[in-house]
Every structure is written in structure tokens, then in C-alpha cells.
């Protein structure tokens, strides 16, 4: 019901807006005869065109900006303020047009009047907005009359998510304990008794909705009598799922399966769009990264092979997103038997945890050196990432007997491809010795991922690789 008066009241305020968009410009092109201006003009064509695109560049710009949301605004200079920057980038992006377009007669009176006479209307229109649904919600007879079921926090997160709840109004009646010796309450609405009451209360009261948000203790309640005696009434109720939890971050939504309604929670809190972006990102300098690579193949090929016996590049098992086998691709920097070296250096070990890091690493050739310092022995990862196996930025692949070792929270760190850089990689890798810390960087990096960040580690791994900083 809420989103369907949402999508109702989204759609209303588009079109009013857009109309407003085109009265705005024919009252700012008019009102030159009453400013003395008749010295210029506008040819027809680039006036409409003008105005058609301030009407979608308007609503794309004010839904970026939060305005076409189910949540009320805060207060009415929120408002104010954000109607203020959407048309000053309405109109920035109206002026570029007319540099790229060359439009150099368009007089800056007209592009003035434009938008002070948009910005007036649109703080009307707002203004006309939130007077009728406050008079809805304070009028009441029509508004949503609603029965809460439970007494704890999750049933407070619900009172005061509808007090944010953008509609055409609604109103909480009073709420049910799930039990009667229940002592938690709810201090800004009524109790109406227990949940064993639910007949009475919504005989004796007008209610067209329950929400049903049992405290998570309470496990044992069985409400199914109570949504079939809901069912029977013709009364509304909502459900809010066990897995929800308003101390934590976790967030459910709901999705459905060929109309088979399923409750998810994605913890890797990339959309999308995000995951969109990243592989474009990917496909874009992993091609260059292969690129160079090619290049280089040749010659670093023939210093491999004179510096000591073994294949050019070096292939290892690894994990991948969610436990799936790759090999890693790397030029070979170890002499061709390290591996069954390695149980001899434990010892040495700096790592405390399911990492293996030697300083001065005997098994490393001298060409193996200069490449790590220069980092060159990773572009053949750029095929990886063509594949579709890695990614540029992401965790450190781990090998197979690391996992093998993990406790229980380190796996999260494999949600995500791995990458050739990360956090961990740009954070003063010589420095952490502590394997959980390099978890923790990486847990970090997933949960506070943005596209930007992406990019800001490219960029401060690029500036280290060039100060050789960070690589044995």
C-alpha cells in the first residue's frame, strides 16, 4: 500500500514538475516586454529545446537529490535548500549546452528570470504538497489506521519508520504485546493489551492494517491463528521477518523467484550498478594491463630463462570468490622448485596466522627481485582479470592450504573476486605481520566499498609501485 501511494505521489509530483518546468520558461521569455528588453530574442527551436531539456534533466536531477523518496522531508528548509542546488545544476547544465552547441546570443536576463521564477514555483508546489497530506494525516477519517503487534525495539524501529513513511496518511492506533506479563513498552502509542486480545481490539476498533513485529525472543508465539482471524476480517497485515534485526546493519528486502516472494540478505553491499561499474573498470585496464604484458612477455621471457631453469611464468592454485579454484598467473620471481622449499623456511615465518612472508626470501632469483621491486611479475594477473576470475582492486587471493586454516569469520573476506591490489596492498604490507589485521583490512574494503575507492587505490598503487615501496 505505501509503496503503491508512493510510486502515486512520485508520478503526480513529475508531471506537476515538469509542467511547472515549461511555465517557468514561457513566463521568463515573456516578461522581457515588461523589462525593456527588446533588443533580444530566441529562436523558437532553441527555446522549446531549451525547455524540453531542463524538464528531464529537472526530474533526473531532484531524484538524485532525494526529492521523489517514500521519506518526508526532515523539515521545510531541507527542502528549500535542495530545490536551491537542483536548479542551479539545472541551469549549469543548461548553460554547458549552449557553450557545446555554440550558442552564443542566449540572453543572461532570460536564463535569470527562468531560474528565480522555477525556483518560486517549485517552493509553492512543495509548499501546496506538504499542507494537504499534513491536513490528510491530521483530518484522519481516511487515513490508514494501523495495529502493531509487539513491544520491543524492532517494534519502535517500525513506529518510527512510519513516522518517516511518506503516504497519504496513516496513523498508528495502539499496539499489542506479544505476551501478557510482557514488561517493555512503547511510550508514544497506546497499549491495547496482548496479542490474545487482537480479537476484541479489532472488533471494537476501525484498523485496516496489523504489523506484526514480535520481538526476536519471542519464538515460540505461533501467529498463525492471528493472520488467519485477519484473513477472515478482510484486514491488511504485514509481517516483519525474524531476520531483521535494527541493531545490526544487516538489511533484508524481499524478491521474487517467478512470483515466489523470497526474504534475501546480501551481505556484499555492492548493487548492481556498482558490480556494473567495477567490471567495466575491469575489462578496461585489464585489456591494457594485457596489453602491456604482451610487451613485455619477450623480454622478461628471456631474462627468466637466463637467470635460471623453469617455465617464464608461475601457476598456483588459488581461491577465488566464494571458494572457486583458479591458477594465478604470475612471472616466475622463485626458482622453479620453491614450493618444496618452503616447509623449510616455517621458521622464518613473519606472519602470524594463514600467511607465509619471508623478508629476504632465499628461493627469490636476482631477475625474481627486480621484479617485485618493480612489480612486474604481476601483469600476467591482467589475463585473470580478462577471465573474469580477479579483479583490479579487491582481497589477496589466498592459496588453498590457507583456507584450509581459516576460521570461520575469515571467509568473508572471499565474498569478493580477489584482486592484484587492495587495501591491504596499499596499507603498509611489510609492515602488518599480523594475519587477522589483513582480514580486517580486507572485511573493511567489502563492507565500505564505493566505485571511487576502486579508483582511489588504483591511483595510490600506481604512486607506490613508482616509489618501489611495499614489495620484497
Not at 222 to 243: H, N, Q, T
Not at 298 to 324: C, E, M, T, Y
Not at 353 to 377: A, H, I, Y
Request: glycine content about 8%; proline content about 3%; aromatic content about 10%.
Amino acid at each position: 500500500m505505501y509503496a503503491q501511494q508512493v510510486a502515486f505521489l512520485i508520478n503526480v509530483l513529475m508531471l506537476v514538475e515538469g509542467i511547472l518546468v515549461i511555465l517557468a520558461g514561457y513566463f521568463a521569455y515573456y516578461l522581457r516586454w515588461f523589462q525593456g528588453e527588446y533588443m533580444w530574442s530566441m529562436d523558437g527551436s532553441l527555446f522549446l529545446g531549451s525547455v524540453l531539456f531542463l524538464m528531464f534533466v529537472h526530474n533526473f536531477i531532484s531524484g538524485r537529490f532525494g526529492l521523489y523518496t517514500d521519506r518526508r522531508a526532515p523539515s521545510q528548509w531541507f527542502i528549500v535548500q535542495r530545490l536551491f542546488l537542483v536548479v542551479i545544476l539545472d541551469f549549469s547544465l543548461l548553460s554547458v549546452g549552449y557553450f557545446l552547441l555554440h550558442q552564443k546570443g542566449v540572453s543572461r536576463l532570460f536564463i535569470g528570470n527562468y531560474a528565480l521564477i522555477l525556483f518560486s514555483l517549485l517552493l509553492i508546489e512543495r509548499w501546496i504538497l506538504e499542507i494537504v497530506l499534513q491536513k490528510r494525516q491530521q483530518q484522519g477519517y481516511n487515513a490508514l489506521r494501523i495495529l502493531l503487534v509487539g513491544s520491543d525495539q524492532r517494534a519502535e524501529t517500525i513506529v518510527s519508520a512510519l513516522e518517516n513513511q511518506r503516504s497519504w496518511g496513516h496513523k498508528i492506533i495502539g499496539y499489542l504485546m506479544a505476551r501478557p506479563a510482557s514488561s517493555t513498552s512503547i511510550q508514544s502509542i497506546p497499549c491495547l493489551g496482548s496479542l490474545e486480545d487482537m480479537r476484541g481490539v479489532l472488533t471494537k476498533n476501525a484498523v485496516d492494517e496489523v504489523i506484526f513485529a514480535l520481538p526476536r525472543a519471542e519464538k515460540n508465539v505461533d501467529i498463525s491463528a492471528y493472520i488467519e482471524l485477519c484473513e477472515k476480517m478482510g484486514i491488511a497485515f504485514r509481517i516483519v521477518p525474524g531476520m531483521f534485526d535494527p541493531e545490526t546493519e544487516r538489511i533484508v528486502h524481499v524478491e521474487s523467484i517467478q512470483h515466489i516472494p523470497t526474504l534475501v540478505v546480501n551481505l556484499i553491499r555492492i548493487n548492481a550498478t556498482g558490480m556494473l561499474y567495477k567490471r567495466v573498470l575491469d575489462i578496461g585496464l585489464g585489456m591494457a594491463g594485457t596489453l602491456v604484458f604482451t610487451l613485455l612477455y619477450p623480454v622478461v621471457g628471456l631474462a627468466i630463462k637466463l637467470d635460471s631453469k623453469g617455465p617464464v611464468l608461475f601457476r598456483q592454485k588459488r581461491v577465488g570468490q566464494h571458494g572457486r579454484i583458479f591458477h594465478v598467473l604470475k612471472f616466475r620471481t622463485m626458482v622453479a622448485d620453491a614450493e618444496q622449499h618452503k616447509q623449510q623456511l616455517m621458521e622464518k615465518n613473519q606472519m602470524q596466522g594463514q600467511m607465509f612472508k619471508v623478508e629476504n626470501d632465499p628461493r627469490v632469483t636476482r631477475v625474481g627481485r627486480f621484479l617485485r621491486r618493480t612489480s612486474l611479475d604481476e601483469f600476467p594477473q591482467f589475463l585473470n582479470v580478462l577471465a573474469g576470475k580477479m579483479s583490479i582492486v579487491g582481497t589477496r587471493p589466498p592459496t588453498v592450504d590457507e583456507v584450509e586454516h581459516y576460521d570461520h569469520w575469515h571467509h568473508r573476506r572471499i565474498t569478493l573476486k580477489p584482486g592484484i591490489t587492495g587495501l591491504w596492498q596499499i596499507s603498509g604490507r611489510n609492515q602488518i605481520t599480523d594475519f587477522n589485521e589483513v582480514v580486517k583490512l580486507d572485511l573493511q574494503y567489502i563492507d565500505q566499498w564505493r566505485f571511487r575507492n576502486d579508483l582511489a587505490i588504483i591511483a595510490r598503487t600506481v604512486l607506490i609501485v613508482m616509489q618501489r615501496k611495499g614489495a620484497y
